[in-house]
T-cell receptor
Framework: NAGVMQNPRHLVRRRGQEARLRCSPM?????VYWYRQLPEEGLKFMVY????????ESGMPKERFSAEFPKEGPSILRIQQVVRGDSAAYFC????????????FGNGTRLTVT | GDSVTQMEGPVTLSEEAFLTINCTYT??????LFWYVQYPGEGLQLLLK?????DKGSNKGFEATYRKETTSFHLEKGSVQVSDSAVYFC???????????FGKGTHLIIQP
């Protein structure tokens, strides 16, 4: 039973490029959360999605960041025109149902902007 | 809003020492409380949880008791091992749509 799969594990982008981070939730899970972890910081909530719906994006920067979770395929976190401050570890977590906060985390994508 | 405060690290102990990592929270209502552990290069794994006051969560020798009167959920282990070296995150779920609110994490280093 595969856990939450994130890819790539490491992503290097130059300033101004786009970064796409993918997350496949655990089998049977239809809810996905994205978190960002900056050095020496805890995890900060970014966005909560169900299939084809954004439930809560209150933690996501208003510009350059977007997320989707289509009916088929993984959830995608997209960062356009990356800047150095976007360098962080981005974690995806999934849960089987709404309000079920026993989250299962992926191993994260470490984004480095040069 | 909801917040979680945990003791700053790194915390360095010798093998077989007693461990306490403090965690206090601020939340409206009665949140569920969690401890997650992150080993190097990996994602977070749920260590234990408690969903109501006076509940005790336990797993792998770790324990934490939900104390409503002191709004605390301190993590304890009687005898730590080198393999316990990791970053530990305290978290709460307050019933909103945004999942968990995490503390900043405490880096634990166990020396042989």
């Amino acid at each position: 039973n595969a856990g939450v799969m994130q890819n790539p594990r490491h992503l290097v982008r130059r300033r101004g490029q786009e970064a796409r981070l993918r997350c496949s939730p655990m089998k049977g899970h239809s809810h996905v959360y994205w978190y960002r972890q900056l050095p020496e910081e805890g995890l900060k909530f970014m966005v909560y999605l169900q299939k084809e719906n954004i439930i809560d994006e209150s933690g996501m920067p208003k510009e350059r960041f977007s997320a989707e979770f289509p009916k088929e395929g993984p959830s995608i976190l997209r960062i356009q025109q990356v800047v150095r401050g976007d360098s962080a570890a981005y974690f995806c977590a999934s849960s089987p149902a709404d309000r079920d906060v026993t989250l299962h985390f992926g191993n994260g994508t470490r984004l480095t902007v040069t | 809003g909801d917040s979680v405060t945990q003791m700053e690290g790194p915390v360095t102990l010798s093998e077989e020492a007693f461990l306490t990592i403090n965690c206090t929270y601020t939340a409206t209502g009665y949140p569920s409380l969690f401890w997650y552990v992150q080993y190097p290069g990996e994602g977070l794994q749920l260590l234990l949880k408690a969903t109501k006051a006076d509940d005790k969560g336990s797993n792998k020798g770790f324990e934490a008791t939900y104390r409503k009167e002191t709004t605390s959920f301190h993590l304890e282990k009687g005898s730590v091992q080198v393999s316990d070296s990791a970053v530990y995150f305290c978290a709460l779920e307050g019933g909103g749509a945004d999942g968990l609110t995490f503390g900043k994490g405490t880096h634990l280093i166990i020396q042989p």
